[in-house]
Each structure stands twice: as C-alpha cells, then as structure tokens.
C-alpha cells in the first residue's frame, strides 16, 4: 500500500561568519587540514537552509505541518542565533565545537527537534555554498 | 560589438562599520550588518569584456585566460579573507558592495591587456542583493 506520508519543505537563509580549526592542533595541521577555510580573520557564507517535515496530513487542516509556525520557528530558533553573527565568536553552540556544515546541521536539527510534534519526521539540508550541501539526519 | 561574461565566486567575511561614528550610530544606519565580529557571504563576480572576436581565434578575449586573471588578480586576495582586515585594496573605505564592486574594476583594468575592454562588472552578494558597476565616473 502506498504510504499516506507527505513531505513538506520550508526554506530560509542566514549569512554569518565562520573559520574551521580545531584548537588541539597547531596553526600548521590546521592550516593541512582545513585549507583557505582556517584562516585567521574568518570568512563567510550565505546559508541556506531547507527544514523537511514528513508526516501524515492533518485530517482537520490538511497540514503537515502549518509552514508559517515552522518559518516562525526557524526565525526564532536558528536565524535569531546565527543570522548576521560569528559562528565561533558570537554563538554558544560553536564555542567547543567546529562550525562546520555538518556540525551546524546537527545543531540546528537538536534546535528544532523539541519543537515539532514527535509523530514528524525532521530532515535538515544545508547549504553553505550553491555548490556545497549537506543532510541531516542522513538516511 | 560581443559581450562575453566570465562568472566566478568566493566567500568572504565583512561588516558594515564606520570608524568615525558610535557604535549606536553604526547601528542605526547599519544594522546586523554592522556586528563587531563579521558576518559573511558567498559571493557571486561576473565580469563581462567587450571587443570584436579575433579572425584567427574567434574570441574577443580567451575566456579561459580572463577566468586565469580574475582568478589570480582578484580572487586570491577576496576568497576565504575578511573583506575589511585582509584585502589591500580596501584599506581604509567602506565594505560595501558598492565599493567593492569599483575597487575590482581599478584591479581588474590595470592587469587587462590591450585591447580587452571592460564593459560591466556585477557582484551578487545574496539571492535579493547586487551591484552592477560599468566604470567611468
């Protein structure tokens, strides 16, 4: 039987600045390992940001879920946090932890996880570049 | 006349902030753009010549050659750096995309060799914002 599941995406964007480096290494190994993107004075990104809801629809609404609440929530949770900012500098998630777009699709997942009704499925594609993207959960 | 366009991009960190003004100043007339600590983009360059193809080769300019020299004139002093600290040639002014935009154009004509004319350069900054800058005054 085919399932009754549908998948609705909201999209949003955010700039911010960010470097890679991994303090336990010296400047060289950092340098090896992360290339252009360890040097010192940060670089930065235009981030895009597609949230992927998958549930069965509402039988009241027709909803999944209603995508003004989840353009509300990814403003409130995660543009409020990284819009216009520092990643390593001015966020609390990347104090310890690499802001690569691995680890911040994860933290975004973990931002929006508690918000969203646990019966739906939560996918995160982020994109640093046009050219760069990534998943998460991955399946 | 033909118009060739070369499209290259690179990412950078900037902020909007005057040196001259408060720091509530600077907030005001810049907003989030004027964070202490840099934001950034990916940025989109296309730079555009202009000439009539050659007889013997068919081009105005080798397309490859013109990507080679925005590659090492422009793009290795923009890509990965902050815009306001790294770059020479922003020393002093403002990181505007305006301003950019005129400041590659001045790099760009000085390496551009006879008789490669620079018709247009536009820079994208996000999917909403860009510049066009066509020189002269």
């Known amino acids: 039987m085919m399932s009754k599941k549908v998948a609705v995406i909201r999209k949003e964007q955010f700039n911010a600045a960010h470097r890679l480096y991994n303090p336990d290494w010296d400047d060289a190994?950092?340098?090896?390992?992360?290339?252009?993107c360890a040097l010192p004075n940060y670089h930065g990104h235009n981030y895009e940001l597609e949230v992927k809801i998958t549930g069965k629809p509402d039988k009241k609404t027709g909803y999944?879920?209603?995508?003004?609440?989840?353009?509300d929530l990814i403003k409130s949770e995660v543009h409020g946090r990284f819009d216009h900012k520092n990643l390593?500098?001015?966020?609390?998630?990347?104090?310890?932890?690499?802001?690569?777009?691995e680890n911040i699709a994860v933290v975004i997942y973990k931002l929006l996880r508690p918000h969203i009704d646990k019966e739906k499925?939560?996918?995160?594609?982020?994109?640093e570049t046009p050219r760069n993207y990534v998943e998460y959960p991955a399946p | 006349m033909v118009y060739l366009t070369r499209i290259e991009h690179f990412n950078a960190a900037h902020k909007l902030y005057n040196p001259n003004w408060s720091k509530e100043k600077n907030d005001e007339v810049f907003g989030k753009c004027a964070n202490?600590?840099?934001?950034?983009?990916?940025?989109?360059l296309y730079v555009t010549i202009k000439g009539e193809p050659d007889p013997d080769t068919g081009f105005?300019?080798?397309a490859k050659k013109l990507g080679a020299l925005?590659?090492?004139k422009i793009l290795e002093k923009l890509d990965h750096r902050n815009l306001n600290v790294d770059v020479d040639f922003m020393k002093g002014?403002?990181?505007?995309?305006e301003n950019l935009v005129v400041e590659i154009w001045k790099q760009l004509e000085l390496h551009l060799p006879q008789p490669v004319t620079l018709h247009c350069l536009k820079l994208i900054e996000t999917s909403k914002i860009y510049v066009e800058y066509y020189g002269g005054k």
Do not use: Q
């Open chain 2, 70 to 72: 925005v590659n090492e």
């Open chain 1, 64 to 71: 999944v879920m209603d995508l003004k609440k989840l353009s």
């Open chain 1, 29 to 36: 190994t950092n340098e090896k390992v992360f290339g252009k």
């Open chain 1, 121 to 127: 499925d939560l996918m995160i594609r982020l994109y």
């Open chain 2, 93 to 97: 002014k403002m990181c505007s995309i």
């Open chain 2, 60 to 62: 105005i300019y080798d």
């Open chain 1, 88 to 101: 390593n500098l001015d966020t609390k998630e990347f104090k310890k932890l690499n802001p690569t777009a």
């Open chain 2, 36 to 44: 202490e600590n840099w934001h950034g983009h990916n940025f989109e």
